[in-house]
């Protein structure tokens, strides 16, 4: 131990912590949370990946929570009962804060069906939040039925499907509505471009 | 339903996805994960917040994951049982990835005592990975006690506590060993900005 001369005074027990103001400054940008809420097959993956590549291209730098990314990974060992998808959707809003907190813009993309777990996220991130309803009418998504769930769901094939046998609580005052049935994709991304402007989020 | 002209071919259900690499363009910085393993009290947190104030003041885009930003919201609901402190290092794997994925340098703060646990964010993370073994004497860490941890281990107000009454596996190949005993501070930090140097995360 006589080899170790500075011994305990050379680490301060404290840390001075980078501020999310430090990091803004590096990233030249706010952080901010757009979370896409509606059925499957709404188009709140298409909405959500085209605004995002239109940040991308002005700069911006963005994050998309979905499916895709979350469901295999962090939330790998949840199923589809209520409480596990209360508890993917806790998740996802704890992991959208951090990233949040990092100054990201960050999409998140899952039906979150529920008005609690949307108002639980809403109260976690605070004024930096904003819920999108993307608001397509449950014929026209099964219409689209991109991924054959509302086929398998009509056949019983998948306990408590959204829409069918399970509910979706509809927002009562979301922050931006997007009718995919009725708007282009563009006047969708448009009007979710239109809202971050507004706020600050980006120039122009 | 005829008031909706354009109806199902409006949204393409399908995604172009902003990737990795477009992301890096707008950050100018590749991501990587500096995972910090060491007993409590070993200096972890404070060399990593001084490596993260350099990055910062650097102009580089930083996070750090640890027991303050994590262990009270996403895995608020975990204990200290071995099966929860598993659990918490694998979510705090995959959102490491995540941050990564988004191009951040990110740096997690977890005692992270198991071998196996330090394995799976390694692959998880891939080449972008950097183990950090904080090799600092328990004697030492334990004459430091910054939190009054020891303390009450030695009591036995604290089960399973790393170091005293469950076990630390020491990294075999870290990629970065600091002797925080021995070592002043800012060398410490100095060993982990050159690492990322070499590898080209940051620039001269």
């Given at each position: ?11 301060v027990?404290q840390k001075t912590a980078v501020s999310r103001e430090d990091r803004m400054r590096v990233s030249g940008q706010r952080g901010a ?26 700069g911006r730098l963005?994050y ?33 804060k951090l990233f949040w907190d990092a100054n990201v813009i960050t ?18 991130i605070g004024a930096d ?71 600050g989020y980006?120039?122009?």
């Open positions: 131990m006589s080899a170790t001369p500075q011994h305990s005074t050379n680490i027990p949370v757009l979370w896409f809420t509606g059925l499957s097959g709404s188009g709140k993956s298409t909405v959500a990946s085209a605004v995002e590549q239109k940040l991308n291209a002005a963005t998309l929570l979905d499916g895709d990314n979350v469901r295999h990974g962090l939330n790998g060992d949840l199923g589809f009962s209520d409480i596990d998808r209360m508890e993917n959707i806790r998740r996802v809003g704890h992991v959208a999409l998140v993309s899952f039906i979150s069906p529920f008005r609690s777990e949307r108002q639980f996220a809403r109260e976690l939040f904003a819920e999108i309803f993307v608001d397509t009418p449950i014929e026209l998504c099964e219409q689209r039925d991109p991924k054959g769930l509302y086929k398998k769901a009509r056949k019983g094939e998948i306990p408590a499907f959204t829409g069918i046998s399970s509910p979706y609580e509809a927002p009562e005052q979301p922050e931006i509505v997007l009718k995919t049935g009725e708007e282009s994709l563009e006047t969708c991304v448009d009007h979710v471009l239109a809202w971050l402007r507004y706020r980006t120039e122009g």
